[in-house]
């Protein structure tokens, strides 16, 4: 049977498009998918830890699905039943609480997709349900908190009577971070936190909690602890619609170290700022292609991480990638 040269040269292409498509040719390399539930978008330190994923993930080739989930377990855990679903490769999240999560974790399990947890912890028993924790150690930081407060009030005489604007109940930072920060302070009796109370990590609900506290206590308040910037810089309008000169009349200590934070500082506004990086993605999309490679990673990856007090804001902010 003889060809003409149309249908040799349609042969020929159909042949080599198929070769493309063999194992271990570019076009043949399917890429790893990775499911990611976000907390939300709370705080700028969230907007940063978001866009680190993201463009992480760009960079390294992962097609990425990503979730809000408006800081509600009930849509993280439907995301992560979503990723099962959709058999995704890997699936990683920021738990919004430590509790609540082996149910979808063993179906993870069961559906063999291995889970890394970005950020925050879950409380588990069962450490198979995750491959690794990446993320600070929230204790460190209060405990950073409280030894910059312990130093700068050493020579005060009579009581330092500080607020608390925790982060989100349940929450492993919120958790910890009040842990660390009593841990130090403990030691001196004149340290006393007279009121203790949620801000959520949003600078909203860190005012009007904030409005609360001086309602309640007045000038009696010479400290405020924040567990992040947000909530701190939420207080600080609080405290200048009370009159007070915040960073003067209260001391201001708040952890994260994000734009905002150093903003504050070098308007005199805030005292310290305890560094939390947010920048997780490369750190993730390198577990993530380890562990689709089949290598053991560690259990726990600490990222570390500084305290900026407002005396070097100035030169530090140029350099800060958050
Ligand atoms: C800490 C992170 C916290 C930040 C807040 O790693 O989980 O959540 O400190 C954010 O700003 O909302």
Redesign the pocket.
């Known amino acids: 049977m003889k060809l003409n040269r149309r249908t040799l040269t349609t042969l020929a292409l159909a042949a080599a498009s198929l070769a493309s498509l063999l194992p271990g040719t570019a076009l043949a390399q399917k890429k790893i998918v990775l499911g990611f539930a976000q907390v939300g978008a709370?705080?700028e330190?969230?907007t940063a830890n978001t866009e680190s994923i993201k463009s992480a993930a760009k960079e390294s080739g992962i097609e990425l699905k990503f979730s809000d989930g408006q800081q509600k377990q009930e849509n993280q855990i439907k995301a992560i039943r979503s990723y099962i679903a959709q058999k995704v490769d890997v699936i990683a999240f920021?738990p919004v609480v430590e509790s609540g999560w082996e149910t979808v974790l063993r179906e993870a399990k069961a559906a063999k997709i291995p889970v890394v947890l970005t950020?925050?912890s879950v409380n588990t028993k069962d450490d198979s349900l995750y491959v690794t924790f990446m993320?600070?150690d929230f204790v460190e930081e209060g405990r950073k908190a409280g030894r910059w407060m312990v130093e700068k009030m050493k020579d005060q005489k009579g009581e330092v009577n500080i607020v608390e604007l925790q982060?989100t109940v349940g929450s492993a930072?919120a958790i910890d971070r009040k842990k660390g920060f009593e841990e130090i302070i403990k030691a001196d009796p004149k340290f006393k936190i007279i009121r203790s109370q949620t801000g959520d990590?949003t600078r909203a609900k860190g005012k009007e909690v904030m409005e609360a506290f001086l309602k309640a206590e007045g000038k009696k308040i010479n400290v405020l602890y924040a567990h992040?910037d947000?909530m701190a810089i939420g207080a600080i309008q609080a405290i200048e619609e009370a009159g007070l000169k915040p960073a003067k009349d209260i001391t201001i200590i708040s952890?994260?170290a994000v734009k905002g934070a150093f903003e504050a500082m070098m308007a005199g506004k805030l005292n310290v700022s305890v560094e939390?990086s947010p920048l997780l993605g490369p750190q993730l999309m390198t577990a993530v292609k380890d562990i689709k490679a089949g290598k053991t990673i560690p259990k726990r990856i600490v990222t570390e991480e500084g305290i900026f007090p407002m005396e070097v804001a100035k030169t530090e902010f140029p350099k800060r990638k958050y």
Request: aromatic residues 12%; charged residues 35%; proline residues 6%.
């Open positions: 709370e705080s330190w969230r920021s950020d925050r993320g600070s982060g930072p990590f992040n947000d952890i994260d939390c």
